[in-house]
């Protein structure tokens, strides 16, 4: 809990819907879709007459089904170009495995030369699609472990395990059929396909689409509902603002304590750094370390916890733009640049929808803006830039060079240091912030636990590479070791620490303090 923050009060539900407006954005839908379906599932289990157990997993399930989809952005954009893309076909019509295999070939390695496509269908081919489907399976697993930790009702939890699976068997994966699934994971997955089949071909397409799926992706008994009732499934979807709709039919009425309230903010940020292997735990560091340079600034309790959770929700934005931008190691087009100024803006429209988050939203908007106006998206200058925002960007700016990117290695903390100092003298920041979070950067220690999970100190270095997403062979050069001792680590860490893939094991990294690595300040 930040030092001294004052009481918050708001409920959890209201964080659920901000995360599910840029779950949205990251499968190609506009915004308040997740909150549509939400509407959908609540009419289908009164039609149902569920208990209330199936009645609030139905909407906590509904609001966090597709969390996981994104941890894995950055395997999805180097198999299929643009992550978004091909999370947007999901939609189509109801497909057997292998139609949505076929689908997925044609995609493979999308937007680039005819050689390089060539080279990624053929990786495909010889083991890449069981990846690929390792992948889908994993997203209901990360779902229901973002669930654990935010300590939603065993029900929820067993409805968003099996947000995949199809009334056939023939999901992901694959582990049960039919009323084996439990009922408020068959109502969300309806209600989540025909939302956009309603948006986007009215009453009769929607009915027409669940009918199709009916008895393989869909439960017959829930589809024959859709079939019989579907003006009291679908009343009123496009009348009014469905986050209202939505927040204030919450039948838990969960509300977070002070200390929930940033546990939760903290658990949703590490997944949405999970989006690309470069930011793994990039807005916890960045939320310490601004919050502490405001203190230092004799910033009150409420601005230093403002500051905080602005770090915090600083990448929501990032939701919205494809993985093929931010893991490019190339210079970006104007077009891609275009899309990745947006990115303040997205995350402040996730956050103002709800009134205890708009104050952060309002910190979110400006964390790209420069003192001189050289900043993005509005290109404001110091007098429209407060305090907060000052020292959200600051601390953004030091924490960002000390990791990797695409186009370059991790810079030193003495080397970024010097690079806020020139900044100052251009007049992009103000000494003072600067001066300020060079101050709190300076007495950050460096975390490296002895052990953590019986980690050795060879595999915690192997871990933390893996989790930025480098291959074998590029670890094996970083660690001056074989490629086969590289992977040989890592099926150690796995089993070790329970992972079965980059995102779990990154995720298990961010939790344990393992990432971002600290650097020692000169």
Not at 329 to 350: D, F, K, Y
Not at 429 to 440: M, Q
Not at 477 to 500: D, M, Q
Request: hydrophobic share 45%; glycine share 8%.
């Amino acid at each position: 809990m930040t030092e001294g923050a004052v009481e918050v009060d708001v409920r959890l539900a209201e964080l659920l819907a901000a995360l599910s407006l840029g779950v949205d954005l990251g499968f190609g839908q506009p915004m308040e879709h997740v909150l549509r379906q939400c509407r959908i599932a609540k009419r289908l289990c009164e039609l149902v007459e569920v208990d209330d157990d199936t009645r609030v997993a139905s909407y906590y399930s509904a609001l966090l089904v597709q969390v996981g989809c994104h941890t894995d952005a950055f395997e999805q954009a180097r198999w299929f170009g643009d992550d978004i893309a091909v999370k947007s076909t999901k939609y189509d019509d109801p497909a057997s495995k292998l139609a949505e295999a076929a689908k997925m070939i044609r995609m493979l390695g999308a937007g680039q030369a005819p050689l390089h496509r060539l080279r990624v269908a053929f990786e495909f081919a010889l083991g890449g699609y069981k990846d690929v489907e390792g992948m889908i399976a994993e997203h209901a697993r990360l779902a229901q472990a973002l669930g654990a930790e935010l300590e939603l009702p065993p029900a929820t939890l067993a409805a968003l395990g099996a947000s995949y699976e199809r009334w056939d068997g023939k999901g992901y994966p694959g582990e049960l059929a039919g009323e084996a699934i439990p009922l408020a994971a068959r109502i969300v997955q309806l209600a989540e396909f025909i939302e956009v089949a309603h948006r986007n071909r009215g009453l009769d397409g929607a009915v027409e689409f669940a009918s199709t799926g009916s008895g393989t992706q869909f439960d017959p008994h829930l589809v024959a509902l859709v079939a019989v009732d579907g003006e009291k499934v679908f009343q009123d979807l496009d009348d009014g603002r469905s986050w209202d709709a939505v927040v204030d039919d919450d039948p838990a009425l969960t509300r977070l304590t002070t200390t929930e309230f940033e546990n939760a903010l903290s658990a949703i940020a590490r997944y949405v750094d999970l989006k690309s292997p470069y930011l793994i735990g990039h807005s916890q560091a960045v939320a310490s370390l601004a919050a502490s340079a405001a203190a230092a600034l004799g910033a009150a309790a409420d601005e230093c916890a403002l500051v905080h959770y602005a770090g915090l929700c600083a990448g929501f934005g990032r939701l919205g733009v494809s993985n093929a931008i931010w893991d490019k190691a190339g210079p970006l087009t104007v077009s891609e640049w275009e899309r990745v100024r947006t990115t303040p803006q997205l995350g402040a429209r996730m956050l103002a929808q709800s009134a205890v988050l708009a104050p952060v939203a309002r910190v979110v908007a400006l964390q790209r803006e420069r003192l001189d106006g050289s900043g993005y998206p509005a290109a404001l200058t110091a007098n429209s830039i407060d305090r907060p925002a000052r020292v959200l960007a600051v601390a953004d700016s030091y924490q960002a060079m000390l990791e990797p990117r695409p186009h370059r290695a991790a810079r030193t903390p003495a080397d970024a240091a010097d690079e806020l100092r020139r900044d100052v003298h251009t007049g992009r920041f103000d000494r003072e912030t600067v001066d300020a979070v060079l101050g709190a950067a300076g007495h950050r220690a460096p975390r490296r636990p002895a052990s953590v999970a019986g980690l050795t100190s060879r595999e915690v270095d192997v871990l933390r590479l893996a989790a930025r997403g480098l291959s074998n062979k590029e670890i094996a050069s970083r660690l001056v070791i074989t490629p086969k001792t590289v992977g040989n680590h890592i099926e150690h860490i796995y089993v070790k620490i329970g992972a079965t893939n980059r995102a779990g094991a990154a995720l298990f990294a961010m939790r344990n303090g393992l990432l971002p690595e600290d650097g020692q300040v000169d």
